[in-house]
């Protein structure tokens, strides 16, 4: 078989003879390494990133529906945890027990148990302010990589109706 | 001191297919720095726009308490909290949100029967709050894109719908007791009477002379 001459494979024994330095063959599988780190590491940046965005958005989402449940709860026997069910239900793929929720009534606070979230709503005029401030822990791994620890919040009110 | 010999270099690189696998790539981390730039420019728009969203739906609905008895209160409430700097609700990561049309824009719903409404007559039930952010852009601004302004509305009214309607029979004790005096009655002095008359009237003023439906009855008739 006619071979241009740059396309020749060589024959075993000079390869076998040649250095191992002075060797082109593995050139491209060594670049394709370094290249594919850096695709690799921009992807699952890309990756990661959207699933925070997503997180922070649900959050946010999250604080309005508990600000809005926590807004229609006076008289309710159940203020509190009528409002976390609505927070829960607005953010399905958060992990619900790593959501640090403070909810207030009017300045008084109305976390823990309902007893306290009645309470906290008292016997006070329409014009009290109902008010979640959720935050949710995010770890930045990147390809096993630790980044950064964060966590990231939002606050949302609401009128008393 | 060695001379450095261009044309020898220049020729060794035109004959050099090593590292052809690094331009390629250099030229397509341009596009994928880029794509994932663009991804968080796009990202930033949508949380915005979430918290837009959020905050005018916050803001009609404080509005809305008071959109049929007090106009002024209610526009003050619904810009209390909206997502408006330095609001109860105010959105984070835009350079500025403003409210088209500069402020909540009170309506009136022919729509809605409770409370009833004629339009042109100063007086609404409904409440419409527009937000308008200004989020600026840090990578796609070198394709031109320089800001995206995301917008969220959201429409409220004070009790919505159509009221359902009530059918009360009232039955109106005639006997001759209903003379005596009535101790319990808040009109100090009444009889039993009208003590009762005082009720029943008390009871049709808060019922809706468009859809509730009365029927009365004295006994012994």
């Known amino acids: 078989m006619n071979w241009p001459a740059k396309m020749r494979p060589r024959a075993p024994s000079a390869r076998r003879s040649s250095s191992i330095s002075g060797d082109e063959n593995g050139a491209t599988a060594v670049e394709f390494a370094l290249v594919l780190l850096v695709t690799a590491l921009l992807l699952f940046g890309i990756i990661k990133f959207g699933l925070v965005l997503n997180n922070q958005i649900q959050l946010t989402h999250a604080a309005s529906a508990a600000a809005r449940q926590l807004s229609i709860s006076r008289g309710s026997a159940t203020p509190y945890s009528s409002t976390i069910a609505a927070m829960r239900n607005a953010a399905p793929t958060l992990k619900s027990t790593d959501i640090t929720t403070t909810l207030t009534v009017g300045g008084a606070a109305c976390t823990g148990d309902d007893q306290t979230c009645r309470d906290a709503f008292g016997t006070g005029t329409t014009t009290v302010q109902a008010q979640a401030v959720l935050r949710y822990p995010c770890n930045l791994n990147v390809l096993f990589i630790r980044v950064a620890n964060c966590s990231f919040g939002t606050t949302a009110a609401a009128l008393v109706q | ?221």
């Open chain 2, 1 to 221: 001191m060695r001379r450095l010999n261009i044309a020898g270099l220049a020729a060794g690189f035109r004959r050099a297919d090593g590292g052809v696998m690094a331009p390629i790539f250099a030229l397509s981390l341009v596009i994928l720095v880029g794509m994932a730039g663009a991804a968080m420019d796009v990202g930033r728009v949508m949380w915005v726009k979430r918290q837009l969203q959020s905050s005018a739906d916050a803001a009609v609905l404080a509005g809305t308490l008071s959109v049929a008895s007090n106009s002024s209160a209610a526009t003050t409430a619904a810009n209390d909290y909206s997502g408006l700097s330095g609001k109860k609700n105010t959105v984070l990561g835009a350079t500025s949100v403003t409210m088209v049309g500069g402020a909540p824009q009170l309506k009136c719903f022919s729509s809605v029967k409770v409370p009833a409404c004629t339009p042109g007559s100063g007086k609404y039930n409904g409440i419409v709050v527009t937000q308008e952010a200004r989020v600026p852009m840090y990578f796609l601004r070198v394709v031109g894109v320089t800001e995206m302004t995301p917008r969220a509305t959201a429409t409220a009214s004070a009790r919505g719908g159509s009221g359902r309607s009530l059918d009360v029979m009232v039955v109106l004790d005639a006997t001759a007791s209903m003379n005596n005096l009535d101790p319990n009655c808040s009109i100090a002095g009444a009889s039993k009477m009208e003590c009762a008359k005082a009720g029943v009237r008390a009871l049709l003023q808060g019922l809706n002379a468009n859809l509730d439906r009365v029927g009365f009855m004295v006994f012994p008739g």
